[in-house]
């Protein structure tokens, strides 16, 4: 058995030793988790149980955090206090919705979802899978795996978990997302015009489908939630870049120009793809100087990668281009 379930059974209550069990009472205050957190600090696990068997009466707040880090608290510990919160056997999604879900169920989610290394993530959501293969949660585990294979540059796998998370909550707009980008990439236009004019059709629906998701997101939630805000941007930018990629597709170059500025307006960081798209969209405008100047962008953004020599690669041939029509 797996740290990770022996610590989900220990919170949830399942199995509390005779030597920790407390007296069923009132929920915790926050001055008592941090006293007892304080008492058990070299057996947090132990600390862990405790709250979990009798729960606290507060959400955890981002000072309640700071309190707990002063404290001493490890990531185990925390995850078991946000847990035994009153809103911890939910989980809002990103439109809002609250989904009823275990307090295990719950620290197991996040242990997955804030894991940094990679490898370790994924085995992290395999595990997940296994254990709660009926969860409300899966929708967003299959998202994680999608996200991985995404990065990987395997599209087949990509494809295949984001469409799993789509049958499982149609509205989850992370995956709208990831589908809306990698259905029109060229590798992936590789069959008939008719083959090809439908993937381009699904992720034009499905960039439109996360865009108007985002306009349904109820205002309060971003406004108290600024890493939330940072993900929607980032999804905004990824919807309209999959635009600027259907309109490229048909050869509809000035909404392609519109799709890629406004993906780059929307996504906070520089993205040195969507720069390269919207010189290709400029270039076959005959925009040449403005094709050279995003393309200049996307190089310097990716400096010493292939990328890069692929950007200063187009830009010579734009030169001659422009050279030998005398523009």
Same mark, same amino acid.
């Given at each position: 058995?797996?740290?990770?379930?022996?610590?989900?059974?220990?919170?949830?209550?399942? $199995?509390?030793? %005779?030597?920790?069990?407390?007296?069923?009472?009132? +929920?915790?205050?926050?001055?008592?988790?941090?006293?007892?957190?304080?008492?058990?600090?070299k057996?947090?696990l132990?600390a %862990?149980?405790?709250?979990?068997?009798? /729960?606290?009466?507060?959400?955890?707040?981002?000072?309640?955090?700071?309190?707990? &880090?002063?404290?001493? !608290?490890? +990531?185990?510990?925390? =995850? &078991?206090?946000?847990?035994?919160? @009153?809103?911890?056997?939910?989980?809002?999604? @990103?439109?809002?919705?609250?989904?009823?879900?275990?307090?295990?169920?719950?620290?197991?989610?996040?242990?997955?979802?804030?894991?940094?290394?990679?490898d370790?993530?994924?085995?992290?959501?395999?595990?997940?899978?296994?254990?709660?293969? #009926?969860?409300q949660?899966?929708?967003?585990?299959?998202?994680?795996?999608?996200?991985?294979?995404?990065?990987?540059?395997?599209?087949?796998?990509?494809?295949?978990?984001?469409?799993?998370?789509?049958?499982?909550?149609?509205? *989850?707009?992370?995956?709208?997302?990831?589908? &809306?980008?990698?259905? @029109?990439?060229?590798?992936?236009?590789?069959?008939?015009?008719?083959e *090809?004019?439908?993937l381009v &059709?699904? %992720?034009?629906s499905?960039?439109?489908?996360?865009?108007?998701?985002?306009?349904?997101? @109820?205002?309060?939630?971003?406004?108290?939630?600024?890493?939330?805000?940072?993900?929607?941007?980032?999804?905004?930018?990824?919807?309209?870049?999959?635009?600027?990629?259907?309109?490229?597709?048909?050869?509809?170059?000035?909404? !392609?120009?519109?799709e890629?500025?406004?993906?780059?307006?929307?996504?906070?960081?520089?993205?040195?793809?969507?720069y390269?798209?919207?010189?290709?969209?400029?270039?076959? $405008? /005959?925009?040449?100087?403005?094709?050279?100047?995003?393309?200049?962008?996307?190089?310097? $953004?990716? +400096?010493?990668?292939?990328? #890069?020599t692929? !950007?200063?690669?187009?830009?010579?041939?734009?030169?001659?281009? =422009? %050279?030998?029509?005398?523009?």
């Amino acid at each position: 058995m797996s740290k990770l379930t022996i610590l989900a059974i220990f919170i949830g209550g399942v $199995l509390v030793s %005779a030597g920790w069990a407390q007296q069923a009472t009132a +929920p915790l205050t926050e001055k008592e988790v941090i006293k007892i957190l304080k008492k058990n600090k070299k057996d947090q696990l132990k600390a %862990a149980a405790i709250v979990g068997e009798r /729960g606290v009466a507060f959400d955890v707040t981002e000072e309640f955090q700071k309190e707990l &880090a002063k404290a001493g !608290a490890d +990531p185990m510990f925390y =995850r &078991a206090v946000v847990a035994a919160s @009153p809103s911890g056997r939910t989980f809002t999604t @990103p439109l809002g919705a609250k989904l009823e879900v275990s307090p295990e169920e719950k620290i197991d989610f996040m242990q997955a979802q804030s894991e940094l290394d990679a490898d370790r993530q994924l085995e992290l959501i395999k595990e997940f899978e296994k254990m709660y293969p #009926q969860s409300q949660l899966l929708s967003y585990v299959w998202s994680h795996m999608a996200g991985h294979y995404q990065r990987q540059g395997d599209y087949t796998r990509t494809i295949e978990f984001a469409e799993r998370s789509l049958r499982s909550d149609p509205k *989850n707009i992370f995956s709208m997302a990831v589908l &809306a980008l990698i259905l @029109p990439q060229p590798r992936m236009l590789q069959g008939t015009p008719a083959e *090809n004019q439908q993937l381009v &059709a699904r %992720a034009e629906s499905y960039a439109s489908q996360t865009l108007q998701l985002i306009g349904e997101i @109820p205002a309060e939630l971003l406004e108290n939630d600024e890493a939330l805000q940072k993900k929607m941007s980032a999804l905004s930018s990824d919807a309209h870049a999959a635009l600027g990629m259907v309109a490229l597709f048909r050869e509809e170059f000035p909404t !392609a120009v519109d799709e890629f500025k406004t993906a780059i307006a929307a996504g906070g960081s520089a993205n040195p793809t969507h720069y390269f798209r919207l010189g290709e969209a400029y270039e076959n $405008l /005959g925009k040449f100087d403005q094709a050279i100047e995003a393309l200049q962008t996307a190089s310097d $953004l990716s +400096p010493g990668s292939s990328f #890069q020599t692929l !950007a200063e690669k187009r830009i010579s041939e734009i030169k001659a281009r =422009r %050279a030998l029509i005398g523009r």
